[in-house]
């Protein structure tokens, strides 16, 4: 167990990432809920994780999937009560494992009691806390568009103006400029901190500092200001990890974010990789295939320029990304080989890794009929597309490749009904790979993905190297191989990662003859890496 009192623990800290509705259900609802994650803490525990990470389960009328919370302080019925929460909480610490929760702050959702106030009249105290403008009903304030499609403005006649929304028009936008909201959010967070919780994840935080007449989102001039406020008054009165989503966030900015004084975060989710395979300048839709070498220089850059002065989050995978054995490995021949070798090149870096249900189990994308989907943002995407005249094929080959509910298809807990989900109708299809690929059959297999990533966590935990050590990439431009060593004084490891489908020549660096393999995902062969392989070496320099 991980001692959670001394300083940057989450330096050596693996975290875990539960999608509740999407976990373990117990009532038969189709919908997985907090008990179910009681349920399952033994299988955490087993893998060898420190913390969950719990995407929202606060109040909230699911619009959003609990991204658009109604009440910080309540559980929503769907997935238990707030006892249930204190009870996970517990039960967690006992195994070790912390709570992770996922607070959002840059909106709320239109059913929260302060937005309820607010669109009553300019006067209501709770006015200013969303960002409005003036207009009439047929002038927008400007040509700002939301995230999930259309205006960003949505207009409210009670009061003759607009809501800004950088998200569904159901999640208006708090306003940070507001002294007593912000005030309101800290005293909420001490609250969930009063509740045992061991850290947070702070949802899009990059936006929250916005100036819609600039027509800035991310990155606004008072960001950094308001985070070292929130940070103060909450977060440095408890040894707690914290990371912040961050899709704007540069190297520059990862190091105020992260910085070692802690007077900010533990560390953000950048996605300045994620962000590859697209084409550029355009949408994550506009399908490109992954650029290999800047993909690894990529990776280098952030390694390096952090390296003693910031802290990286490392992740392959989450609730808004596909499946990353699908779209980066081999879901095909090579799935189980190329899972591993993903979780090799992630967890062989210098970070917090940060792995998602289902990702320490291979898990792959699926494929469904329209009215199938569930995510409000596939089908927005789905009707404009459609509206501006794609080819059907061409939109579905997207929401193949990039759509959400990929991520978001129930754990595959066994092969029977439902994967274990559920004895009712899952709110989203099980993946029909469910009858093999699945934790039962992989929990009793000694060279399942499950078990190759319960032993990566290990030795992160045995070996230094693995936390402290710094980067360096070697054959930088070879198309196919993803090679980096680390090192810590005399102590040095060598990653190595053959990505694709064929056998590639490779020979054993005359410096590494005789190192320790620490952990291979096929037998090695000299002078050759097979398809999808990779293995990690280990030495000491005397
Ligand atoms: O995601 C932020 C976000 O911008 C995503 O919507 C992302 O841009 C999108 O998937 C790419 O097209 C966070 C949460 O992780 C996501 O689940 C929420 O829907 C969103 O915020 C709004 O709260």
Redesign the pocket.
């Known amino acids: 167990m991980l001692d959670k009192t001394k300083k940057d623990w989450w330096k050596s800290a693996v975290v875990y990432q539960i999608y509740p509705r999407s976990f373990q259900d117990t009532t038969g609802s189709g919908v997985g809920d907090i008990p179910g994650i009681v349920r399952r803490l033994d299988y955490l525990q087993t893998l060898g994780v420190d913390v969950i990470w719990l995407?929202p389960v606060f109040a909230s009328p699911q619009v959003?999937?609990g991204?658009?919370i109604s009440d910080y302080r309540d559980i929503d019925p769907l997935f238990g009560t707030l006892e249930d929460m204190r009870t996970l909480i517990r039960e967690g610490k006992r195994r070790g494992i912390g709570i992770m929760m996922d607070l959002?702050l840059?909106?709320t959702s239109d059913q929260h009691r302060w937005f309820q106030q607010a669109r009553q009249s300019r006067e209501n105290p709770y006015h200013d806390y969303y960002v409005w403008r003036d207009g009439t009903p047929d002038q927008l304030p400007n040509d700002m568009q939301a995230?999930?499609g259309g205006p960003a403005w949505e207009w409210v006649p009670e009061v003759q103006q607009y809501y800004f929304h950088q998200?569904a028009p159901q999640?208006p936008d708090l306003n940070w400029e507001n002294p007593a909201l912000r005030r309101e959010i800290y005293d909420m967070i001490l609250w969930w901190m009063d509740q045992g919780v061991e850290g947070f994840r702070l949802?899009?935080i990059d936006q929250i500092a916005k100036e819609p007449d600039r027509k800035i989102t991310n990155n606004g001039p008072r960001l950094h200001e308001f985070l070292r406020e929130l940070s103060a008054e909450t977060f440095q009165k408890g040894c707690l990890v914290t990371v912040g989503?961050a899709?704007g966030a540069d190297i520059p900015r990862a190091k105020l974010y992260s910085a070692p004084d802690g007077s900010e975060l533990s560390m953000v989710f950048q996605f300045e990789q994620m962000c590859l395979d697209q084409q550029p300048g355009k949408?994550?839709w506009d399908l490109a295939p992954l650029p290999f070498v800047k993909m690894k220089q990529s990776f280098a850059r952030w390694q390096r320029e952090l390296h003693g002065c910031g802290w990286n989050s490392l992740f392959l995978d989450?609730?808004?990304l596909p499946r990353i054995v699908s779209r980066w490995g081999n879901d095909g021949q090579y799935r189980g080989r190329s899972a591993k070798l993903l979780a090799t090149m992630l967890h062989g870096m210098q970070g917090t890794p940060y792995i998602y249900q289902g990702e320490e189990l291979g898990m792959t994308n699926i494929q469904l009929p329209i009215e199938q989907y569930r995510d409000v943002?596939i089908h927005n995407l789905y009707h404009k597309r459609m509206a501006e005249g794609y080819p059907e094929a061409e939109v579905m080959a997207s929401i193949y490749a990039k759509g959400?509910d990929n991520a978001r298809t129930p754990m595959q807990w066994d092969d029977t009904p439902n994967a274990g989900f559920t004895t009712g109708t899952p709110w989203l299809p099980v993946n029909p790979n469910y009858t093999t690929v699945n934790a039962g059959e992989e929990l009793a297999d000694p060279d399942s993905v499950f078990a190759y990533y319960q032993k990566l966590i290990s030795l992160r935990k045995q070996y230094a190297v693995f936390v402290d050590g710094d980067f360096t990439l070697l054959e930088e431009e070879h198309p196919c191989l993803f090679i980096y060593e680390r090192a810590l004084g005399a102590e040095q490891m060598l990653v190595v990662c053959n990505f694709g489908d064929e056998a590639t020549p490779w020979t054993v660096p005359e410096n590494w003859c005789g190192a320790r393999v620490l952990i291979e995902n096929c037998t090695a062969t000299p002078d050759t890496l097979q398809p999808w392989e990779a293995r990690i070496l280990y030495k000491v320099n005397r």
């Open positions: 995407s959003d999937n991204y658009d959002v840059n909106h995230v999930f998200f999640q949802d899009v989503e899709w949408e994550k989450n609730h808004d943002e959400r």
